[in-house]
């Protein structure tokens, strides 16, 4: 208590107590810690983070019924034809006014190699309506198909199970460049990620197979993660299909891994090829026909 000109003040009448609850209440520390997004973010909380950032997804795939998926990845700058046309078009133009740069130059045979990989787009379109309407059936969510959940490849095969009305799944990322995911993607399995690696183990956590089209580091990152893991046991052997042999040809000399003693000639057997999106599911049947469940025990 204080006495002033002879009144006895309690704590509850004292005229700086309302300012001073306030300061209280403002403080950063008076904050409930999961709802602190200034300590969440504190780097001492990293190991919080990539916890729930592996639980939030898990639980809600689970509440959704998703018991399997198929990861397809490819280039998100892999298009329909309609927008890879305009793009062909608007290069030759830019170059018909400049003939001799190089760079335009360049732009046009980067537009028209764009331009004949839209069936690509297609195909991926197709395979995922295959596979989203033979699988989910009664509510039954396997092989759910799953994607980055970008444009281009990704947004085909999201679009494809959108097509027949089934879920998909979009694993999105932050990137520092302006991205948001595709808008095919089942609303309520859409997440966004801070880290790669734990987005990287959601890929994989349920997958019955990979399905690669023609794309590019995103898509030579998660490709050979995958064989890696593979090849290693740390995971189920599951099909790694790569869409359009032509191009994996071109790109990547697998034999020459074998012929440096880099890897085992039966390692060549994990990979195989497709051409279109009947062919593709069809070559993922037959292995789980062939190999059916699991062969590690799970959490390996």
Known sequence: MTQTNGAILTAHDDPGRDERLRAIKQST??????????????????????????????????????????????????????????????????????????RLQQRVRIA???????????????FAR????????????DYVICTGGGPGIMEAANRGAFDVGAKSIGLNITLPFEQEPNSFITPELCFEFKYFAIRKMHFLMRAKAMVAFPGGFGTMDELFEALTLIQTRRMQPIPVV????????????????VDEGTISPEDLEL???A?????????????HAEAPGERLPRGQ
Request: charged fraction near 30%.
């Open 29 to 102: 520390s008076y904050r409930q810690a999961h709802v602190d997004t200034d300590f969440m973010g504190r780097v001492e909380l990293r190991p919080v983070r990539l916890q729930l950032e592996l639980l939030k997804p898990e639980l809600i795939q689970t509440e959704q019924g998703v018991k399997s998926t198929i990861v397809v990845f490819g280039g998100t700058r892999v298009i329909e034809r309609p927008d890879a046309e305009r793009k062909v078009a608007d290069a030759q133009r830019a170059l018909a006014e400049r003939p001799g740069d190089a």
């Open 112 to 126: 028209q190699n764009v331009l004949k990989k839209t069936h690509y787009y297609d195909e991926a379109r197709e």
């Open 130 to 141: 295959i596979v989203s309407s033979t699988c989910q059936i009664d509510h039954h969510c």
């Open 242 to 257: 790569l869409f359009g042999r032509d191009y994996w040809d071109g790109l990547i000399h697998w034999q020459h891994f």
């Open 271 to 273: 990979i195989q090829y």
């Open 275 to 287: 051409e279109t999106a009947q062919e593709c599911w069809e070559l993922i049947q037959r292995f």
